[in-house]
């Protein structure tokens, strides 16, 4: 049997888009069952509460020139006993703080199936430093792999790059280092002086946007704010109520204040534009759709069944005419099309509640049947449209993903060389408004604003 050659090195972490379908992916592609990821436009109760949410990724614009990041770090050096039952991993990479954050929130949440792989992980890594941790994620094939995934070819392309010269420049400067001069040069203050302000020029150019990602999540009675580049580890953002510990909603009243903070910090850093997203790991939202309408399923059948033992000569003339001819459509989706087929259950407790419902049914007045039927038939024309739309919603995750990560680049270059051999190259240069050709520095190139990039 052929050994694949062991992997020392690897390839560097690309920058992904802060995006809920590009998460929920990469969540899964790390073996993570029964979650999503959901984005917020708001911390308001009204807008959290009802989905419970597991944990929090902030997404933020820092500009690596001024102080915010470090304000936003907020690196005190202190030591925490009550942090230390948390699982927290500093970042050691280049724009891996995607997979870092998703990872030190993931790792502290209850009641969820992570999957063997990170459940190995986790049990591998529990004694570590947060350093040893970071160290541990970074040499990780299968985050590494999972987010690269995800991250479109120029992006990808950037990041081997950007490995390489460094490399190179490393190696250059080591060479240079032990290479003994012949000779040296005489330094003038002039001659500093213009070292100096080339310098600052160089670094006011290189100047680059750069977007971090922390994580909240409640653990052990309290709210943690997670960030990989704070390196006296978690921070304590705040008690929980002992009355809402049995609650994923109550540690939002909590975090709440912190979140909100936060983005008054981003939005006074002055940039004219929201450059924050806030992202939540809630239950898969397709798993509860199709669970309801599965149920709901079950107990029709159920309440047929009561209905044909009590209705000997038929009931169908007993129900609402209008819904008589809904169950054909109402139990029917675009995934199962036959309504009567009972599709896949994903609950672990779906048996047993559906027990206690057969059960009620068999206790229920033969009265109380027909408007029991009618309303199980309102309540899947309910629930099949929140089906429909969580598949409608993976199929355009499913669409963006493609177009993201197809390389156009092979299909841009033989376009333009076809146009060349064509003759057709010079004609396509023209500029319409203008009529004539246009010219070199007029032609679209390389932005002159920033480079945006995550970290």
């Known amino acids: ?51 419970n949410p597991y944990g929090l990724i902030f997404c933020y614009l820092c ?24 699982w927290f991993a500093n970042q050691l990479s280049d724009d891996a703080c995607a ?33 040893m941790r970071g160290l541990s994620v970074s040499n990780m094939a299968l985050v590494r792999e999972a987010q690269n995934s995800l991250a479109r070819p120029a992006d990808l392309r950037g990041a081997r790059h950007a490995l390489a010269s460094s490399a190179l420049e490393s190696a250059k400067a080591k060479a240079k280092a032990s290479a003994s001069p012949p000779f040296k040069k005489r330094k003038t203050a002039a001659s500093s002086s213009r070292r100096k302000r080339k310098a600052a020029s160089a670094r006011a150019d290189e100047k680059l946007d750069a977007y971090h990602y922390i994580g909240y999540v409640p653990a052990h009675g309290r709210v943690w704010e997670l960030d990989g580049l704070r390196t006296a580890g978690p ?73 044909a033992q009590s209705y000997t000569e038929g009931w169908s003339d007993k129900v609402d005419p209008a819904l008589l001819a809904s169950p054909s459509e109402a139990f029917a989706t675009t995934l199962r099309p036959r309504a009567q087929e009972a599709g896949k259950v994903f609950a672990p407790d779906f048996g047993a509640r559906k027990m206690e419902k057969e059960l009620a049914i068999l206790d229920m007045p033969e009265r109380k049947l027909v408007p029991a039927w009618e309303n199980c038939v309102r309540a899947a024309l309910s629930a099949k449209v929140a089906v429909e ?30 146009l060349e051999n064509e003759g057709l190259l010079e004609d396509a240069l023209q500029d319409p408004k203008a009529g004539g050709r246009v010219e070199a520095q007029d032609r679209p190139g390389p932005s002159s604003k920033a480079t945006k990039k995550k970290k």
């Open 99 to 131: 997979s870092q954050a998703i990872l030190n929130v993931l790792l502290n949440c209850k009641d969820i199936d992570i999957g063997p792989a990170l459940n190995e992980f986790a049990t591998d890594t529990d004694r570590m430093s947060a350093v």
């Open 389 to 418: 739309e969580e598949t409608e919603k993976s199929r355009r995750a499913q669409a963006d993903h493609v177009r993201r990560t197809f390389d156009y680049e092979p299909f841009i270059r033989e376009f333009i060389i076809a």
């Open 1 to 51: 049997m052929n050994t694949p050659p062991l992997d020392l090195i690897g390839e560097p972490f690309a920058v992904i888009e802060s995006d809920p379908g590009v998460f929920t992916t990469l969540i899964r592609k790390l073996g993570v069952q029964g979650l999503e990821v959901v984005e917020l436009y708001s911390v308001e109760p009204y807008e959290t509460d009802h989905l």
């Open 235 to 307: 921070l304590d953002v705040g008690e929980i109520d002992s009355d809402d510990l049995t609650s994923r909603a109550g540690w939002m009243d909590i975090v709440r204040p912190a979140l909100q903070r936060r983005m008054q910090t981003v939005l006074h850093s002055g940039s004219e534009h929201i450059q924050y997203n806030l992202l939540a790991i809630v239950d898969d939202q397709y798993l509860r759709a199709s669970d309801e309408l599965e149920m709901l399923k079950r107990k029709r059948a159920a309440i047929e069944r009561r209905l």
């Open 63 to 86: 500009d690596s020139g001024d102080d915010t990041a470090d304000q936003l770090a907020g690196n005190e050096e202190f030591d925490d006993p009550d942090a230390r039952s948390i």
